[in-house]
């Protein structure tokens, strides 16, 4: 069952701690990821994502019980990006100093649409960059927003530096989920959006405890921002927080190796196309360095197993879960970790057989991404065998193609 799932590199974090320390909460606090929790309940197309019980997954780890955070239903944009980019500006179109609010951002998919949305809500011109990589359908959907869409030559990078240039050209307000030098106030915004996931995720679990909390990481804006609820209220017992990430964009993993953030050169792209970042944000930084005890990456090679299999569940128990290839990666990693006997000691990770009482709950993050739609509309990865399995995802994304981002989960559940 495990055969696929597989890890490249792993690095233990001695610096990691139970107790936050107030330099890490005045750079990143609690009260502005709750005062963001509990603003988006307000607003009226707020409902709390599903935490899901995988329970075939749970048995194939030989671990109590693995949940899962679906955010392929948030606010019909299949992502849980649109927690950040809509609530930061929410927040920035609070302060009257700024006057007729104009905000950008380059993108190559949910950041953009998240951002094109929340500009919607509040009444501010958007304008978003993309490359010229970046699907035509993708362009559409955030155009649908009410966007400008501005195309440029070339990748990721020169959609950035269009951007920054037409911002500082026209006084347009840049909304970027990754935080450098100089520029924090508005990733912090979009970071505490992101938690709003930990605060349902802590109400879902009704008490109960994890044991162990796995996150994906890119530019680890996401898992930065998951990680300091889960500080502030399990504190002294804390779950062993494992990040993951792709080990053609290992920059988690190479900063916290050397105790320092270190530019990644990424040689080839990831399929997992969200974790393609070479650079933690500096934002994240502080909060991966402490809270963080693992790190693992992954290669290619189980995504396409893992999509399907989480559309495909083993058990008929759970529901079928439509996710993206980054949405594979927490429970690649788990059964990967669990394929290598001292590396899952080394976490604390022990087969439920024997250990009577210990409860195993394991949260992961799952999210739709029109990249996912694309390597479907490819085929990639497909045996002979797995043809059936394709062929229900492929309905599945025609409906989600046909209507915008919006019919996946009313039509499932
Ligand atoms: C499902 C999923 N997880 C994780 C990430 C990475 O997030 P971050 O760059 O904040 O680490 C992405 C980015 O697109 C994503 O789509």
């Given at each position: ?58 048995a194939?780890?030989g ?47 949910n ?11 509040c009444?501010?011109e ?42 500082a ?21 979009i ?17 109960e ?62 399929v ?38 989480l ?103």
């Open positions: 069952m495990t055969a696929p799932y597989s890890h490249t590199n792993h690095f233990h974090n001695t610096e990691q701690s139970n107790d936050i320390g107030a330099t890490v909460d005045a750079l990143f606090s609690i009260d502005d990821c709750a005062t963001a929790y509990s603003t988006i309940r307000q607003w009226p197309a707020y409902q709390a994502t599903p935490l899901i019980s995988m329970t075939d997954i749970a194939a780890a671990v109590n019980t693995v949940y899962y955070k679906d955010e392929s239903s948030r606010f019909g944009l299949g992502s849980f990006k649109a927690l950040g980019g809509s609530y930061a500006i929410e927040c920035l179109s609070q302060d009257s100093s700024r006057g007729d609010l104009v905000v950008c951002t380059a993108t190559d998919g950041h953009g649409r998240a951002v094109a949305w929340g500009a919607s809500l009444g501010a958007c304008h978003v960059f993309i490359h010229a990589n970046v699907s035509e359908a993708r362009a559409q959907a955030i155009a649908l927003l009410g966007a400008v869409i501005h195309r440029v030559e070339g990748n990721y990078d020169d959609s950035i530096a269009a951007c920054n240039e037409q911002a050209l026209h006084g347009w307000q840049i909304v970027s989920d990754t935080s450098w030098e100089g520029y924090r106030d508005i990733p912090k915004m970071m505490a959006g992101y938690s709003v996931m930990t605060f349902e995720m802590m109400d879902q679990l009704d008490g405890i994890p044991s162990h909390v796995i996150l994906q990481a890119g530019c680890g804006a996401m898992a930065g921002a998951l990680t300091d609820p889960v500080w502030h209220h399990w504190g002294a017992r804390l779950p062993t927080i494992i990040m993951v990430e792709s080990d053609r964009s290992d920059c988690v993993y190479q900063s916290l190796k050397r105790d320092e953030i270190h530019l990644v050169n990424i040689v080839e792209e990831t997992m196309a969200g974790l393609s970042c070479g650079e933690v944000s500096l934002l994240a930084w502080p909060l991966i360095q402490k809270g963080a005890s693992h790190v693992v990456t992954i290669p290619d090679a189980g995504v396409g197993p893992m999509v399907r299999w559309a495909n569940p083993s058990d008929g128990e759970r529901p079928s879960v439509i996710g993206g290839e980054c949405s594979a990666s927490g429970l690649i990693a788990l059964l990967a970790i669990q394929h290598d006997p001292a590396l899952a000691h080394d976490m604390g990770i022990v087969s439920d057989a024997g250990s009577g009482d210990r409860t195993r709950a394991i949260p992961t993050l799952s999210c739709m991404t029109t990249s996912s739609q694309a390597r479907y509309e490819r085929g990639y990865e497909l045996t002979p065998a797995e043809r059936s399995d394709q062929l229900g995802m492929i309905v599945l994304h025609l409906m989600y193609d046909r209507d915008e981002f919006r019919c996946i989960l009313p039509t499932r559940r």
